[in-house]
């Protein structure tokens, strides 16, 4: 199985590549992890929001394989702590053979289209992150549930 995270927009704040890469680096010797960015738009000042998370849906479906399992780091997914996400992350684990494949959006959202191909949302938190942000934070969290799973140290109850 491999775990890919998929955001719209690059990053170009360097606190933020770094953290990325130091989870990165942890979540390799448990699964084989991968981050794509997609770039962002150009010359959207003419496009309405709409217009904009359908050109973006566009572009995340593309980097989507049919058999990858969907799911979307959504305001409105399902929030998990960090207990329940790691029994949901080592029940896909157990039970399916399927990639998975998380998508941070742009600043607006999904298309309607992405929110139909998606199997699950989940939310980090009800308060608003970053986009840039919250990639730290879904490494952190996925590498936290993978030491929970292992009964590795590095999470305390």
Do not use: C
Request: net charge positive.
């Amino acid at each position: 199985m491999k775990i890919s995270l998929l955001t719209v927009g690059r990053t170009d704040v360097e606190w933020i590549r770094q953290g990325l890469a130091v989870y990165s680096s942890r979540l390799k010797h448990y699964v084989n992890f991968s981050v794509t960015e997609i770039p962002e738009l150009k010359n959207v000042s003419s496009l309405s929001k709409e217009q904009i998370k359908e050109k973006e849906g566009e572009l995340i479906l593309k980097n989507i394989r049919s058999e990858d399992r969907l799911i979307l780091l959504d305001e409105k997914g399902k929030e998990y702590s960090s207990m329940e996400w790691a029994d949901e992350i080592n029940r896909n684990l157990v039970r399916s053979s399927r990639n998975m494949t998380f998508v941070i959006g742009g600043a607006y959202g999904f298309s309607p289209g992405v929110y139909q191909r998606a199997e699950a949302m989940i939310s980090f938190s009800r308060m608003t992150f970053s986009h840039q942000m919250i990639r730290v934070i879904f490494a952190e969290q996925l590498y936290r549930a993978f030491t929970i799973i292992k009964g590795e140290p590095y999470h305390h109850e």
